[in-house]
């Protein structure tokens, strides 16, 4: 005998004989006996009962006796006074076992019978979960475990919600493998009651067909014999206990059959405890006989559930006092946040016929019609709800109610379906946040209708809590550029308040500015309302519009009415920024389109210049930058180009250094800007930009990608570029000219250059070469330096302003430098010219000897500066003569005339050996000619006479050459006066005075020359 046993019932079978009142004794018998533990109730709804609307109270014995109290708090089974923790032998019902020949149960009080098998080897119930619901539609659970030792062992789930008027089982049967079990052999599984008919132990047997099958007893309706009904439930005036079928085994018991109760009875209550007709009891080894008595008779119920298979079946059914609607659906299910303030707040309610929760949608009852409504336990005052009930079913399958509360509605309560048109098997179910809870509480806090406010993008989704990575953005905005964004009404939790209505005031303030959201002054605001169809979530009514800029914008959302008005901030700011640089002027700013050579003002190449960018817009403070890529130039001809126009070129360097005016969004300037080139440039679109007034705002758009990486005005995504520049090509920039001219690759060429090379003093024939750049003040060549923009023309000589000088004291007195008849070649060539220019210099007033001069040029086109002039070289510059010697001879033989050239040089004249450049043009009659003969010294041959035919050499050699006459012939004897021309720099004073003249000499024939030795004689012929 096991030690745990206390207060232990024994029970004997019938064929002891006599009541067996010692364990002894049992053993002695050979009869099975159990040990079992201390005794175990649980109750549901222990409170209830008491009245109508507090649904049954409900005591389950661990051993599957039942007791139930309803109204007037007595028993409604028999034994009506019976309790199973005081009473339990009292108390004819439970459940039983037939298995492999033998029935097991909990023992009862008829004197002549006990379960052939005993009591069960295990059993034991739960405790009841919840425990007592405070309010109606809370469903208790407790599970009761029946076992016999290797044979099948029952698990019921008993289920009961307030305040329902039936009892559910919901019934687990394992079979194991290895039991004998077989269809001549079955497990069949009793559940039966001595009803006791609300105080009346007598009744009439019921049995309902349908989709439900209801076997029952009722009261008789007046005491009448035969019973009135046996087929149909009375419609009212009595009390019904039955058995309901709720669902059918799976699988089912036989393989096919679908059937709930295998067999049943309503009949006499002995019946069910021995054997005999009418075949109803639980001992026998045959099914129930489906007896359904119809006289009015103490009366009993039972059902039975045969299996002919090892296995796991699972089936229920109900146990009803009372009520004679079977249920239709499983539960009502309230679905909502758990949480309510103030503000409307929505709940959705519908019937499921499944016992799943969250309800699948498929199981959702979308038929016939279901009415009900909602309440509170305790009452909630001051709390009401929108429509007032609901209706589900083929009209509408889920319900959206709303609730609405007041200050006084504060505090925690449990939700329930009431006034139900159709009850369901297990009540009020609850889903908060998408999760089955225990309880339908919600709590109602004494919170305004909203709690906060915020403002974001229109169609960007709403992000709770707001994080770095969860943002409820709002993006950059232009200036003069409406804009919407979406207003958000909030619950304390941060959830949108979806039902609220009122009116607010949506404003715009400078966050820079404002030492908080509560004290910021708005620049600009507008009204808004909403209504509860705006589920809390609204559009401003119409277009915000700002002429200003600003860096740091956020929203204030402020309610317009209420004792205690409630404002809110948007968590994110933005930026409004300018739409672009209107206008960038400059000192250099053209007077034209830029391809006169004349306009003004001029610049150097490389020097200094301002630049100004202006926005217009008030509240720009920026500091623009410059895009040096982005530069255009007008057409520059080329001569390398057939004079057909080419493009330029040039660079652009510098920065802005000066913030706008913020008060005008203008004058951002920068005062070293440089260009390297001639001509002009301007600044093509987007030149000029700004991409830090955005991105160095308070707003963060820039690194919350809240503007798109460009200058774009259009949106794109519901976004605009986070930069801005100009939008147009500037006006041209300039007149940009060279810094200066360089001078490079110079030499100077002497007239003479076959030996020494020299030049005479007012010969023009010496030349200098040389190279001439025009730079920029960095010393590179500009280019752009060419053709029309050349102002400088190389063959204009006084364009380059030649110079001399003497070494080591300077020329002699009248050397001056001129320009040559000749004048200089060059043409510009992308900014080089190369140089030749022809020079003399004239001859000193007095005689001088040889002397080097330098030759110096300054160029200027008139805007460039000249500067210091650059040595081109020095020139070997000789005073110089040519001198013609007398001769005399025969007139028969030919006379030569020597002459040769002279400088001077150590004050002496010397000859010029180094002059083999020199020509000599021969003198003819009537050219320099005189003839004077010896009869008539006055007479003078007549031009294109000829005594003598002269003829010249032609260039000096090493400085010397002679002149030829030929002979005259006999008898032409006489003289002749010579003079021959000569370039102005070699005549000399010949004849005294100043004035210098062509050298002179005497020629004479018809003598001879002493220092030869000839005589002369006539030939007589």
Known sequence: MSKHVQDQLLKLDFRCGYALFLTLLLAFCGFPFQVVNAQTTIEFNS??????????????????????????????????????????????????????????????????????????????????????????????????????????????????????????????????????????????????????????????????????????????????????????????????????????????????????????????????????????????TGALSNTITTTLQDTGIGIAYDFTAPGVYTFSYDFVIGSTVVPEYDHIEIRHDGNATLCPEPIEVLACTSAIVPCPALNIVNTGTLTGGISFSPAAAGTSWTPASFTLGSANSIANLVLQANAASAGTYTMFASGLSKLPLNGTRCVVGGVLQASCQIVIANTPCVADFECMETGATYQNPVTATNRNPLYTKLVNTGFRFDVLALQSSGALASSYAGNVVVELYDKSAAASCAAATPIISQNLSFVAGDSGRKTIAANMLLPDAYKNLACRVRESGGSAPVSGCSSDSFSVRPTQFNSVTSNANADNAGNSTTSTPVIAAGANFVLTANTGVKGYDGIPKIDPSLLQWPNVPS?????????????????????????????????????????????????????????????????????????????????????????????????????????????????????????????????????????????????????????????????????????????????????????????????????????????????????????????????????????????????????????????????????????????????????????????????????????????????????????????????QSQLKFSKPGLGNSGFLDMDIPVSNWLKFPWRGGATAVNPTGKVKFGAYKKSNQFIYTREVH
């Open 47 to 284: 409170t209830g009962g008491t009245s109508a609307t507090n649904g049954l109270h409900f005591y389950i014995d661990r051993s599957s006796k039942i007791q139930v109290r309803r109204l007037n708090n007595t028993g409604q089974v028999y034994s009506p006074t019976a309790l199973p923790q005081t009473n339990l032998n009292s108390l004819d019902n439970g459940v039983f076992i037939r298995a492999n020949g033998r029935l097991y149960g909990p023992s009862h009080t008829v004197s002549t019978f006990n379960p052939s098998g005993g009591m069960y080897n295990s059993y034991s119930i739960s405790a009841a979960l919840p425990a007592n619901p405070a309010v109606p539609g809370i469903q208790q659970r407790a599970t009761n475990l029946l076992g016999i030792t290797n044979g099948p062992q029952v698990s019921i789930l008993w289920k009961y919600t307030t305040p329902f008027d039936f009892l559910t089982a919901e019934v687990t049967l394992t079979i194991p493998a290895t039991y004998a079990v077989s269809a001549s052999n079955p497990v069949r599984y009793y559940h039966v009651f001595d009803t006791y008919l609300g105080g009346s132990d007598s009744g009439c047997g019921v049995n309902v067909a349908g989709t439900y099958r209801i076997v029952g007893t009722y009261s008789s309706l007046g005491g009448g014999n035969p019973c009135p009904t046996s087929t149909a439930l009375p419609s009212s005036g009595t009390i019904v206990e039955s058995f309901r079928e709720r669902a059918p085994p799976t699988p089912p018991p036989g393989g096919s059959s679908v059937s709930t109760f295998s067999s049943y009875c309503a009949a006499g209550w002995s019946t069910f405890f021995a054997n005999g007709s009418p075949n109803c009891s639980v001992q026998q």
């Open 639 to 959: 001569v390398l180009n057939g004079g057909r126009p080419a493009p330029g070129t040039g660079n652009l360097s510098g920065v802005f250094t000066e913030a706008a005016d913020p008060s005008t969004g203008n004058d951002a300037t920068g005062n070293a800007f440089q260009y390297d080139e001639v001509g002009y440039f301007r600044l093509r679109p987007q030149a000029v930009y700004d991409d830090t007034f955005v991105s160095t705002s308070g707003s963060a758009d820039v690194a919350n990608s809240d503007c798109t990486d460009d200058t774009s005005n259009t949106l794109v995504g519901g976004k605009y570029g986070c930069k801005f520049s100009n939008s147009a090509a500037t006006n041209h920039f300039g007149r940009f000219m060279p810094d200066h001219f360089l001078i490079s690759s110079n030499t100077v060429v002497e007239a003479c250059t076959l030996s020494m090379p020299f030049s005479y003093f007012g010969q023009d024939g010496f030349f200098t070469n040389f190279t001439m750049t025009a730079q920029n003040s960095s010393n590179a060549t500009t280019q752009n330096y060419t053709s029309t923009y050349a102002k400088f023309n190389p063959a204009v000589y006084a364009n380059y302003s030649f110079s001399i000088g003497g070494v080591p004291v300077g020329p002699p007195l009248g050397a001056e430098l001129s320009a040559s008849a000749t004048a200089p070649t060059g043409t510009w060539l992308s900014g080089v010219v190369a140089v030749t220019a022809k020079h003399q210099i004239s001859r000193p007033t007095a005689l001088a000897n040889e002397t080097l001069i330098n030759i110096s040029a300054a160029p200027s086109d008139g805007e460039v500066s000249a500067g210091a002039a650059t040595l081109l070289g020095s020139s070997r510059q000789r005073y110089g003569r040519l001198k013609l010697q007398s001769a005399y001879g025969s007139e028969m033989l030919d006379l030569p005339v020597p002459f040769f050239a002279e400088y001077r040089i150590g004050d002496q004249w010397r000859r010029n050996s180094d002059d083999s450049c020199t020509t000599v043009i021969a003198p003819t009659s009537g050219s320099g000619l005189i003839f004077y003969s010896p009869e008539t010294a006055t007479n003078k041959l007549s031009a294109g006479e000829t005594l003598a035919t002269v003829s010249a050499t032609g260039k000096l050699v090493a400085g």
